[in-house]
């Protein structure tokens, strides 16, 4: 009799266990998702930020740096386009699967005229 109270325990006990990792990994799963909600918004912020920059607001340094290397990126981007349209392979259909791309943990603040701007667009 005290073998089958022991398989009881036991089985009790992996059945709790398989609860627990069922729910841990439900946990895991929301948290990333919502992970990368965070990292869509963030992006968003982004968008928002260079086209108040293209529309003429001044935002501080550090913002005005970026948005100065997507300006270079987009410059470089229309370069290689009219190269690539001056081989004849412009109309050459390649399929490019999009990476997520890392984003630093970096604090980003936007300062309250900042903020006041962003929110009139």
């Known amino acids: ?69 997507i300006d270079s990126a987009n410059t470089e981007i229309a370069r290689l386009e009219t190269e690539k349209e001056k081989l004849g392979l412009d109309d050459l259909d390649v399929e490019v699967v999009d990476a997520e791309l890392p984003i630093d943990d970096e604090d980003f603040e936007i300062s309250e005229e900042e903020n006041e701007i962003l929110m009139d667009l």
Request: some cysteine; aromatic content about 6%.
């Open 1 to 69: 009799m005290e073998i089958m109270d022991k398989l009881r325990d036991v089985r009790r006990s992996v059945a709790v266990k398989s609860g627990e990792l069922a729910e841990s990994s439900k946990l895991t799963l929301n948290i990333k998702k919502k992970e990368r909600e965070v990292r869509a918004f963030e992006l968003e912020i982004g968008k928002l930020v260079y086209e108040a920059y293209k529309k003429g607001h001044d935002f501080d340094e550090e913002i005005a740096l970026v948005c100065q290397k």
